[in-house]
């Protein structure tokens, strides 16, 4: 199992917090620093174990950065670029450096070539996560069982892949490696069309209903309660694979109200079929 001295979290919310939470529940590393901007939320993060020190990101970076062998950017995906090249600036000479974003593609490109220090950055996305934002939803075994994305590119070291992967795995997690571009078509029809048909049914949703939205509709549209601007930026930045799988949603959907208007009953059957083995096929 790795082992290390020191790991910096950037951004200590949920995925941060977790991630430090399983960082010391596993004695993965011995000093845990969360830097962030908000000395409030960084106080909270102490407070509930996620992280053994603190430092804030304007005044105390180079200090928290002192010694980190391993630096997590857990912050949205549009400022993920420049505080990793912020990052490597104050971090020790070699440290690598992985991020949790859920768009790969736009971030990998951004930090193509050299960063400072000789650092060394290594792209991820933890497939885990909940509606509920901050470090008080924190978990330890946020990720046990879950996959981790990793994103090298043919310049990437095969031992920081490696290193990159084994770092997740010690946190419980499974680790699949694909390029960027693999992983945000994949991200756009897993996970970013169905919170942006979450987004619809919710928007839509009239006021006079609400007390008649069952637990069918609340299931649906359980992650339409994730942080708006967060989404925004994951939207906007994989635009391009969404609109993409937003045009084969359609295509469906037009399929299945045909069915429905036309009383195709047999092709009706047939997609409500397929749609019950897709969905059992993927467990509980």
């Known amino acids: 199992m790795i082992q290390l001295k020191s790991v910096a979290i950037v951004g200590v919310g949920l995925i ?6 399983a960082l010391q529940h596993h004695k993965i590393a011995e000093r845990v620093i969360g830097i962030g901007r908000d000395r409030c939320r960084l106080r909270k993060a102490y407070e509930v174990g996620a992280v053994t020190e603190t430092a804030t990101w304007d005044d105390e970076l180079a200090g928290g950065l002192a010694g980190a ?21 104050h ?38 996560g909940s509606e509920k934002t901050g470090v008080l939803h924190a978990d330890r075994y946020l990720l046990a069982g879950r996959v981790v994305i990793i994103t090298p590119t043919p310049d990437t070291a095969p031992s920081d892949a490696d290193r990159v992967a084994a770092f997740w795995q010690a946190l419980g997690a499974k680790v699949l490696s694909m390029t960027a571009a693999e992983h945000d078509r994949a991200a756009a029809l897993t996970s970013h069309l169905p919170h942006a048909l979450a987004v619809a049914l919710a928007a839509g949703l009239p006021d006079q209903m609400r007390d008649l939205a069952g637990s069918g509709f609340r299931d649906t ?27 084969l949603f359609r295509e469906l ?25 897709n969905r059992d096929a993927l467990g509980s």
């Open 253 to 277: 959907l037009d399929r299945l109200a045909a069915a429905i208007g036309e009383g195709h009953e047999l092709e009706l059957k047939d997609l409500l079929t397929l749609a019950k083995k």
């Open 91 to 128: 971090a020790p000479r070699g440290t690598l450096i992985t991020d949790i974003g859920s768009t790969k593609r736009t971030i990998v490109e951004a930090l193509a070539g050299h960063l400072p220090n000789d650092c060394r950055f290594v792209g991820s996305h933890p497939l885990a």
């Open 69 to 89: 062998e391993f630096v997590v950017v857990c912050t949205p995906v549009d400022s993920v670029p420049e505080q990793v090249r912020q990052a490597a600036r």
């Open 221 to 247: 549209t359980r992650v339409a309660a994730g942080d708006p601007e967060m989404w925004r930026q994951i939207f906007i930045d994989n635009r391009e694979d969404l609109l993409e799988s937003i045009g």
């Open 16 to 21: 941060g917090g977790s991630i430090g939470l």
